[in-house]
């Protein structure tokens, strides 16, 4: 008891000069409160909304004064043209299709990658340095901007949708799925090795049934997401119904936008209730 | 799987040899074949329309392009300092981040209170988990697009998109951690006597503070690098810039808006990292 309360505080910078309270307990002891950090972090933040309001121009009043244009834009929202609907299945298969393909390949090459970035597995600092900056590098790129430059490569359509799809899968299973590994149990893979197998049948049979059920989980959640986000890769000429919605965003048509929304908010939230399904089976 | 090891033990009365153990080992061939099936099925059906079709005549001229753009930056973009260079439009696209995400963590609290099941009603809730569903499926982008139309083009637009894009998610997270209310701490507050404002005091906030700033500073993360790409749309940030160079083919400024790009995103996730650690394991 007597160590835990006279036990010294960690003191860093910030308490050098704002001194921790002291306060004596009825019974003799005394303990130390540090100051809280609460005003200084509120400074700090009042200091860059401050900043970012000068550089972003954000004024409250724009809403209030074009609060008519948007209430119009609501209600045409919600009242979807129907008939339109035959002209968003095509481009709304295409979408998925595209996050389909996508989302296997990428996490097909995931698989060997992170396992080469994992520390517990792989024992060269170097080769798993290098691995994991080049994730970090690839999930710093907007998918819109990787899709921009697969188009520009490999011409408009959806086969510059799907490669970027991969790309942007690649870099996030990868990393979720190193972090899993890096927590799986090692014991049965030390076992099979001091039993006589070689890496590669300890790999397969101590940690294969580990990683799997993960490895599903996170490509499917990954799916969940690209179905999302592959739906606006068509703004660059990706393929699928971005180019759909952008077409009605550009002619006003906010009733068709209506009905192009309403069925991709379909289809995610099917998609998702299937795979969180799926997912918690897995588990 | 192991209940089911345990439920064997009992009526045998005694424990498991490994060989039974074994010979009870879980089977889960029939789960994976399936999902094999499943997967071979799904990547046929997308595979057959979406064609390869090669490079484009100017593929070839681009990824070069890109490729000497990386190595070799515009350095004077780079480190310049007007209105144009790739420091200020950093900072931009850091404001519309830090507005959007701030004004969305306000939202996202009251939508989070009216659809957690332990405290409204269940009707009202699921109506509000609808709408937040709503609020996330539609594409930043979309939502993005949206808002040109009522507020026109600039940075103020990305801030008003990201605080509504944000509401979707952040509100999902605040609603788990509302739903993992240590409630037993309200019933001794009540024993105590404390008035309805108390028990909000000391009951709740401080159970909820660390889980909302966490889920805040993550979205803060993924914010950032949605913020890179409103610009396509005319949303103020460095992606407008960039798209621009990457259409107009100057390679050398399309490399020091990716470097720029990529150094920021990798500096703000470390530090989000670090911070939500901390928040999760204390000090």
Redesign the interface.
């Given at each position: 008891m007597e160590n835990e309360n006279t036990a010294p505080l960690?003191l860093t910078w910030f308490d050098r000069i704002f001194k921790p309270q002291v306060i004596t307990l009825p019974n003799g002891h005394s303990t130390v409160r540090r100051r809280s950090r609460a005003p200084l972090i509120l400074l700090l933040?009042l200091i860059?909304?401050w900043?970012?309001?000068q550089?972003?121009?954000?004024?409250l009043s724009?809403?209030v004064r074009?609060f008519n244009?948007?209430l119009d834009?609501f209600v045409k929202l919600f009242h979807p043209k129907w008939e339109f609907f035959g002209k968003v299945v095509g481009p709304l298969?295409?979408t998925?299709?595209?996050s389909?393909?996508g989302t296997?390949i990428g996490c097909l090459v995931a698989l060997p990658v992170a396992v080469l970035s994992s520390t517990n597995i792989c024992r060269s600092r170097i080769i798993v340095g290098v691995f994991r900056f080049i994730l970090?590098?690839i999930?710093?790129?907007?998918?819109?901007?990787i899709a921009?430059?697969c188009a520009?490569?490999?011409?408009l359509?959806?086969?510059a949708g799907?490669l970027a799809i991969a790309i942007f899968t690649f870099g996030i299973v990868a990393k979720m799925l190193y972090e899993s590994i890096e927590t799986i149990d090692m014991g049965p893979f030390e076992a099979m090795e001091a039993l006589g197998a070689n890496k590669f049948q300890a790999f397969w049979s101590a940690c294969v049934p580990q990683i799997?059920p993960v490895y599903?989980s996170h490509s499917l959640y990954c799916f969940e997401m690209n179905v999302?986000?592959s739906?606006?890769l068509g703004?660059?000429g990706a393929g699928g119904l971005?180019i759909t919605?952008?077409e009605r965003?550009g002619w006003?048509d906010y009733n068709g936008?209506g009905m192009v929304?309403l069925s991709?908010?379909v289809v995610?939230?099917a998609i998702e209730f299937f795979s969180e399904y799926l997912r918690k089976?897995l588990s | 799987m192991a209940e089911k090891l345990e439920k064997l033990e009992q009526s045998l009365d005694r424990k498991l040899t490994v060989a039974e153990m074994y010979a009870n080992r879980p089977r889960k061939w029939l789960l994976y074949t399936l999902i094999v099936l499943i997967l071979v099925v799904l990547v046929t059906w997308s595979g057959s329309s979406i064609h390869f079709e090669g490079l484009t005549v100017t593929g070839r001229e681009v990824a070069r392009g890109v490729i000497s753009g990386v190595t070799h930056p515009d350095l004077k973009l780079m480190f310049g300092t007007g209105e144009t260079d790739v420091p200020y439009l950093l900072l931009q696209t850091m404001a519309i981040a830090v507005l959007g995400t701030l004004f969305g963590a306000i939202l996202a609290i009251p939508f989070a209170f009216l659809a957690s099941t332990n405290i409204m009603p269940k009707p009202v809730a699921y109506l509000f988990r609808v709408v937040i569903l709503m609020i996330r499926t539609i594409p930043s982008l979309v939502w993005a697009l949206m808002w040109i139309r009522v507020t026109g083009p600039g940075a103020a637009c990305g801030v008003i998109t990201q605080s509504v894009c944000s509401i979707g998610m952040i509100s999902k997270m605040y609603i788990t951690a509302i739903e993992d209310l240590d409630t037993h701490i309200l019933e001794s507050l009540d024993a105590m006597g404390c008035t309805a404002f108390q028990k909000i005091r000391y009951g709740v906030i401080p159970q909820l503070t660390a889980s909302f700033i966490s889920a805040t500073i993550y979205r803060f993360d993924i914010n950032l690098k949605d913020a890179t790409t409103l610009g396509i749309v005319g949303a103020g940030g460095i992606g407008a810039s960039l798209v621009q160079c990457l259409n107009s083919r100057r390679w050398a400024m399309v490399g020091s808006f990716v470097w720029g790009l990529m150094v920021l995103v990798l500096i703000i996730e470390f530090i989000s990292t670090r911070v939500r650690r901390k928040l999760a394991h204390g000090e």
């Open positions: 960690k933040l860059a909304v900043l970012s309001l550089m972003t121009g954000f004024d724009l809403i074009k244009k948007l834009l298969v295409d998925i299709k595209m389909v393909l296997v970090a590098l999930r710093t790129l907007p998918t819109l901007v921009l430059v520009l490569v490999f011409g359509g959806t086969f799907t799997l599903l999302r986000a739906a606006i703004y660059v971005g919605i952008n965003i006003r936008l929304l991709l908010f995610v939230v089976k | -």
